[in-house]
C-alpha cells in the first residue's frame, strides 16, 4: 500500500464519534428490552455493529471511483430487489419491507439510498457543469423517482423520504438555479393532495394528529404523547440505565426501534441528550469537512450524499420523539436496533473514509 493511502489518513475522531454512539446504542437497546419478548436482541445488535465494522474497514481501503464505475448497475441491482420485494418480501403488518433469505431478514430499502449516493455522485461528477440544466433536473428526478414510488408502495414512506435529502444536496451543489427549486417546491405542494389520497389510514392519522396528539390519545396520539412524557420525565440527568418508568412499564412503543431516543432521554435526561447530540453533531461535521477536503468533485459528491441522509435522519428522528414531526418510523443512526440500518450506516461511513484516505492522491 502506497503511502499516500494509508490507515493513518482515516479520519479517527469521525470513526470514535461513530463507535462511542454505536456502543451507545448497544446498551440502550438492552435497557429497553430487558425483561420483553424483545429480550437479547442488542447481541444481535453487537453482531451487526461487528459486520458493519469490518465492511466499513474493507470499503475504506476500496478506491472509491471503481466502486462508482459499477453505480448503474448496483442502481439496476436495487431496482430490481425493491420490485422483488413487493412481489416476495416478507408481509408484516400488511407491509412488505423485508427479503428473507434463511433466517435472516434485510430492508433492501437502506440499500436503495446508497444506490443512489452512488448514481449522483458519478453523474455530478463526470458532468462537473456549473448549473443544474433542466435535462439535468429532469433525469435526477426520475433516478429519484423510480425508487421512491418503489419504497413508498411496500408502504414505507418514510424510509422513501430519506432519498430527497441525497437528490437536494447534489442538486445544490451542483448549482440548482433558484426558479428551478421554487418550481420544484410548487409542484410539491400541488402533489400533496394526491399524496394524500394513496396514503394508508394510518398514515394520513399521523400527519393530521402530530401537533395535536391529545385529540387521539389511545391511538393516532399515543406513541407521540408517551414519548414526550419520556423524554420530560428525563429532567436534567435521567433516571438511570434501566430505570425510565415509561420505558420499563412498556408506555413507550417500540423504544429499541423508532423510539429509542426517547427511552435514551428518560434514562440519561437532558444532559444525556445534549452529550448524544453534541457526537452527532461532531460526526456531521466530519462529514462536511472531508467534503470540503475530497480530491475530487466525485468524492464531494459521495460524501454530502452521506452528509445528507445522515443529517435528515437525524433531525427527523429526535424531532418526531418530542412531537415537532410526524412519526415516520425513521431510525436514529447506529442506536436504534436493526441490522439494515446498521450495514448502511458503516458502509457509507466506509466510503467517506475512502473518500479522506484519498484526498492527497491526484
Known amino acids: 500500500m502506497s503511502r499516500l493511502v494509508s490507515w493513518r489518513d482515516s479520519d479517527w475522531v469521525l470513526l470514535s464519534v461513530l463507535a462511542l454512539i454505536a456502543g451507545m446504542g448497544i446498551v440502550q437497546i438492552y435497557s429497553t428490552t430487558a425483561g420483553t419478548r424483545f429480550a437479547g436482541v442488542q447481541?444481535?445488535?453487537?453482531?451487526?455493529?461487528?459486520?458493519?465494522?469490518?465492511?466499513?474497514?474493507?470499503?475504506?481501503?476500496?478506491?472509491?471511483?471503481?466502486?462508482?464505475?459499477?453505480?448503474?448497475?448496483?442502481?439496476f441491482v436495487v431496482l430490481c430487489l425493491l420490485a422483488g420485494t413487493l412481489l416476495l418480501g416478507s408481509e408484516v403488518g400488511g407491509a412488505r419491507r423485508w427479503i428473507r433469505v434463511g433466517g435472516f431478514g434485510f430492508q433492501v430499502s437502506e440499500f436503495a439510498k446508497l444506490a443512489i449516493i452512488f448514481l449522483l455522485a458519478r453523474f455530478f461528477g463526470e458532468s462537473q457543469v456549473e448549473e443544474v440544466s433542466l435535462a439535468d433536473l429532469w433525469k435526477v428526478t426520475v433516478a429519484?423517482?423510480?425508487p421512491f414510488v418503489l419504497i413508498a408502495v411496500q408502504p414505507d414512506l418514510g424510509t422513501a423520504l430519506t432519498l430527497v435529502p441525497i437528490a437536494l444536496t447534489a442538486l445544490f451543489l451542483a448549482g440548482l438555479r433558484l426558479r428551478f427549486f421554487a418550481a420544484m417546491v410548487l409542484i410539491g405542494v400541488l402533489a400533496l393532495p394526491v399524496a394524500l389520497h394513496f396514503m394508508k389510514p394510518y398514515q394520513k392519522a399521523r400527519i393530521s394528529n402530530f401537533l395535536n396528539p391529545e385529540q387521539d390519545p389511545k391511538h393516532s396520539g399515543y406513541q407521540v404523547l408517551q414519548s414526550k412524557i419520556a423524554v420530560g420525565s428525563g429532567?436534567?440527568?435521567?433516571?438511570?440505565?434501566?430505570?425510565?418508568?415509561?420505558?420499563?412499564?412498556?408506555?413507550?412503543?417500540?423504544?429499541?426501534?423508532?423510539f429509542i431516543f426517547a427511552a435514551y432521554a428518560e434514562e440519561h435526561g437532558f444532559f444525556?441528550?445534549?452529550?448524544?447530540?453534541l457526537l452527532y453533531f461532531i460526526a456531521l461535521l466530519r462529514l462536511?469537512?472531508?467534503a470540503q477536503t475530497a480530491s475530487d468533485a466525485a468524492g464531494m459528491f459521495l460524501v454530502t450524499g452521506v452528509l445528507g441522509v445522515c443529517t435528515f435522519q437525524v433531525l427527523v428522528n429526535v424531532g418526531m420523539v418530542v412531537g415537532y414531526l410526524p412519526v415516520t418510523g425513521i431510525p436514529l443512526p447506529l442506536m436504534s436496533y436493526g441490522g439494515s440500518s446498521v450495514v448502511f450506516t458503516c458502509v457509507a461511513m466506509g466510503l467517506v473514509n475512502s473518500v479522506r484516505i484519498r484526498r492527497f492522491v491526484n
Open 144 to 146: 429519484v423517482g423510480i
Open 235 to 258: 429532567q436534567l440527568w435521567g433516571k438511570g440505565t434501566a430505570q425510565g418508568t415509561q420505558t420499563q412499564l412498556r408506555f413507550l412503543p417500540v423504544p429499541h426501534t423508532d
Open 43 to 75: 447481541i444481535k445488535q453487537i453482531y451487526w455493529v461487528l459486520l458493519g465494522i469490518g465492511l466499513l474497514l474493507i470499503f475504506s481501503f476500496y478506491d472509491y471511483h471503481d466502486l462508482l464505475n459499477y453505480a448503474p448497475w448496483f442502481y
Open 272 to 277: 444525556g441528550v445534549l452529550f448524544a447530540l
Open 288 to 290: 462536511v469537512y472531508n
